[in-house]
């Protein structure tokens, strides 16, 4: 039997539950709902009192796992879209991101996130968030492409003692199949090369994964062998592996779904450029986002995120430099 990516989320949440009784889950209907997208389903039946609804108040459900954390507890606070996440900006960045730093307590909480976009989801429903909270020092951003690391990143997320913001990808949550779930799994904070490739480095995370892996399908058939790294977390980042690939290849192309401005792409190029500029062998390039605001029709969203087709051609853009 298959397990998809939400499966996986929520036997990692089980698992937590399980093991440590400092565990409880919060959120708007996480209790016997099971979610706005099943990810806590049947978990209140099997941990009475541990999976708790939450008002609808985004600010006061991480200021009361803030609360919580600092007394012992680890609680993960499911936000329904990463798009209300905003509502709890303070707490996130100013309470729970600095707590530690201020008094020696540490805040282990986790804060999870339905990221990015679906067909028709519009602008209130789509938003990918990471790097808005990466700028922030004092949280991890763990975002990750399989079904393996969504178990693995997400235990790995309540056990740590820093605030983790988890970006799990709406899209990949019933689209995404793996046959087990791991035993063993790479920390957070190091890069997994997907794909293995000499002639370009692409650098991708969350969905974009798999749109640059399909697109080095397309470009292997052309005899072009591309490089595929998999961040898996945007804070802490992995540089030494982007470097060690650019090494390798020469070129790189920087994939997100986010908006360009400000974004995880540019800080990956602005790293290489500073670090590693006589690695390059053409002007490194980024691919995210329109710059405008999510667009509802289908059609209209298909064009303004990144897809195969068009990190297929911008690889072959940045291959004729």
Same mark, same amino acid.
């Given at each position: 039997?298959?397990?998809?990516?939400?499966?996986?989320?929520?036997?990692?949440?089980?698992?937590?539950?399980?093991?440590? +009784?400092?565990?409880?889950?919060?959120?708007?209907?996480?209790?016997?709902?099971?979610? @706005?997208?099943?990810? *806590?389903?049947?978990?209140?039946?099997?941990?009475?009192?541990?999976?708790?609804? &939450?008002?609808?108040?985004?600010? @006061?459900?991480?200021?009361?796992?803030?609360?919580?954390?600092?007394?012992?507890?680890?609680?993960?606070?499911?936000?329904?879209?990463?798009?209300?996440?905003? !509502?709890?900006?303070?707490?996130?960045?100013?309470?729970?991101?600095?707590?530690?730093?201020? *008094?020696?307590? %540490?805040? %282990?909480?986790?804060?999870?996130? $339905?990221?990015?976009? #679906?067909?028709?989801?519009?602008?209130?429903?789509?938003?990918?968030?990471?790097? =808005? /909270?990466?700028?922030?020092?004092?949280?991890?951003?763990?975002?990750?492409?399989?079904?393996?690391?969504? /178990?693995?990143?997400?235990?790995? !997320?309540? &056990?740590?003692?820093?605030?983790?913001?988890?970006?799990?990808?709406?899209?990949? /949550? /019933?689209?995404?199949?793996?046959?087990?779930?791991?035993?063993?799994?790479? $920390? #957070?904070?190091?890069?997994?090369? &997907?794909? *293995?490739?000499?002639?370009?480095?692409?650098?991708?995370?969350?969905?974009?994964?798999?749109?640059?892996?399909?697109?080095?399908?397309?470009?292997?058939?052309?005899?072009?062998?591309?490089?595929?790294?998999?961040?898996?977390?945007?804070? $802490?980042?992995? #540089?030494?592996?982007?470097? @060690?690939?650019? @090494?390798?290849?020469?070129?790189?192309?920087?994939?997100?779904?986010?908006?360009?401005?400000?974004?995880? #792409?540019?800080?990956?190029?602005?790293?290489?450029?500073?670090?590693?500029?006589?690695?390059?062998?053409? $002007? %490194?390039?980024?691919?995210?986002?329109?710059?405008?605001?999510?667009?509802?029709?289908?059609?209209?969203?298909?064009?303004?995120? +990144?897809?195969?087709? *068009?990190?297929?051609?911008?690889?072959?853009? =940045?291959?004729?430099?």
């Amino acid at each position: 039997m298959s397990i998809t990516y939400l499966d996986a989320i929520r036997e990692a949440q089980a698992r937590a539950l399980a093991d440590d +009784p400092r565990v409880f889950v919060y959120g708007q209907d996480v209790g016997a709902f099971g979610g @706005a997208f099943k990810a *806590t389903k049947n978990l209140a039946q099997q941990f009475p009192g541990r999976v708790l609804d &939450a008002p609808i108040s985004e600010d @006061a459900m991480i200021g009361a796992a803030i609360g919580a954390a600092i007394e012992g507890m680890r609680p993960i606070i499911e936000i329904q879209f990463a798009d209300f996440s905003t !509502a709890a900006f303070n707490q996130i960045v100013n309470h729970a991101g600095a707590y530690f730093w201020r *008094t020696g307590v %540490p805040c %282990p909480i986790t804060v999870r996130l $339905p990221s990015g976009g #679906t067909s028709g989801s519009g602008p209130f429903h789509s938003q990918t968030m990471e790097a =808005l /909270y990466a700028h922030y020092p004092g949280l991890v951003v763990m975002t990750p492409a399989t079904v393996e690391d969504a /178990y693995s990143m997400l235990l790995e !997320a309540v &056990a740590i003692d820093d605030p983790v913001v988890f970006c799990e990808h709406k899209l990949l /949550y /019933y689209h995404l199949k793996a046959e087990s779930l791991p035993s063993e799994a790479l $920390p #957070t904070g190091k890069a997994r090369i &997907a794909r *293995t490739g000499r002639d370009m480095t692409i650098v991708a995370y969350s969905a974009m994964v798999h749109e640059a892996l399909a697109a080095a399908d397309e470009l292997a058939a052309e005899g072009t062998k591309v490089e595929v790294l998999d961040l898996r977390s945007v804070k $802490p980042l992995d #540089t030494d592996t982007v470097m @060690a690939s650019v @090494a390798r290849t020469g070129r790189l192309l920087c994939v997100g779904e986010a908006w360009p401005w400000g974004g995880v #792409t540019a800080e990956i190029i602005a790293r290489v450029c500073s670090e590693g500029f006589d690695l390059l062998d053409a $002007p %490194p390039q980024r691919l995210n986002a329109k710059d405008t605001p999510i667009p509802y029709h289908p059609n209209l969203w298909a064009v303004h995120r +990144p897809t195969a087709r *068009t990190v297929a051609a911008a690889s072959r853009r =940045l291959l004729s430099l």
